[in-house]
């Protein structure tokens, strides 16, 4: 990848419907390589996602981690399981339902996950650095405005 420069905008006015498709798609493809390019050998992008959800709610129940990650109980079981084997999460009982089991994540869990996202921030970085300087000052103002957009 080399330097860019954005290219002449369109002489018509972009319609919302496609301004949300071209969105949409940039999107979902940076996602996806952040997930694959930058959570390395020890988790896997699911596995991620769990501990950061761990890490910014707190501790879950399988049934509340898996719907918020919109995956059965069982594919959240395997997610957990691993994580415990490597030390990541804790379960213990939970406080108000003891037929429950609670996930909580634990001081390794943040350590790879403060790493997987360093991981992920560096991989960006260097594909921003080879950006023309007008370029990274339109993708400033755009991370902005879809923060204002998302409600952050």
Do not use: C
């Not at 596995?47 to 501790?59: C, E, H, K, W």
Request: charged residues 25%; without cysteine; proline residues 5%.
């Amino acid at each position: 990848m080399t330097a860019t420069t954005t290219k002449n905008p369109p002489a018509e006015p972009v319609t919302p419907d496609t301004l949300a498709i071209d969105l949409r798609t940039a999107v979902m493809r940076t996602s996806r390589r952040l997930r694959v390019e930058a959570t390395g050998e020890v988790i896997t992008p699911g596995q991620y996602t769990v501990l950061a959800v761990l890490n910014s709610d707190g501790p879950r129940t399988l049934r509340a981690l898996a719907e918020s990650e919109h995956v059965q109980a069982p594919s959240m079981t395997r997610i957990v399981n691993a994580l415990a084997d490597q030390g990541f999460v804790t379960r213990s009982a939970h406080p108000a339902d003891g037929r429950q089991v609670q996930v909580d994540i634990t001081a390794a869990g943040k350590d790879v996950l403060a790493e997987a996202r360093s991981q992920r921030t560096a991989w960006l970085a260097q594909r921003v650095a080879r950006l023309s300087e007008e370029d990274r000052a339109i993708l400033s103002r755009a991370a902005h405005i879809m923060q204002e957009m998302s409600g952050r």
